[in-house]
């Protein structure tokens, strides 16, 4: 059973930087493919950042490209989502998830729809503070 659990949450001034932690109770983490999607009140799930088990290049929603950085250690099997900048509008919970998605088309065609994801985390709260 795959386990995964978010640490690294808290409340920042914009501007600011955070480095969340997702911790996998996983003996395949490293053939997971691995995201983070995040989700404000009201609103839809929105994708934020995927990392493929092919070590591929990572993939960024539009609004956090450029200022969030997401990479893995599969000898710990933990994957982290940096991020800098930040601004009111990326206060959320900030969830990550795991599955195999298939082969290196199917990633890139699918890793950023929640649909494609069977485990998930609890997630880790990000408030920013204008």
């Known amino acids: 059973q795959v386990r995964l659990v978010e640490s690294g949450g808290g409340l920042v001034q914009a501007g600011g930087s955070l480095t969340l932690s997702c911790a996998a109770s996983?003996?395949?983490?490293?053939?997971?493919?691995m995201a983070w999607f995040r989700q404000a009140p009201g609103k839809e799930r929105e994708f934020v950042s995927a990392?493929?088990?092919?070590?591929?290049?990572?993939k960024y929603g539009e609004a956090v490209m450029g200022r969030f950085t997401t990479f893995r250690d599969n000898t710990k099997t933990t994957m982290f989502l940096k991020m800098d900048s930040l601004k009111p509008e990326d206060t959320a919970l900030y969830i990550c998830?795991?599955?195999?998605?298939?082969?290196?088309?199917?990633?890139?065609?699918?890793?950023?729809?929640?649909?494609?994801?069977?485990?998930w985390g609890q997630g880790t709260q990000v408030t920013v503070s204008s």
């Open positions: 990392i493929g088990r092919f070590a591929s290049v990572p």
């Open positions: 998830a795991s599955d195999r998605l298939g082969n290196a088309e199917r990633w890139h065609q699918y890793a950023s729809n929640p649909l494609s994801y069977e485990y």
């Open positions: 996983d003996d395949n983490f490293s053939r997971r493919d």
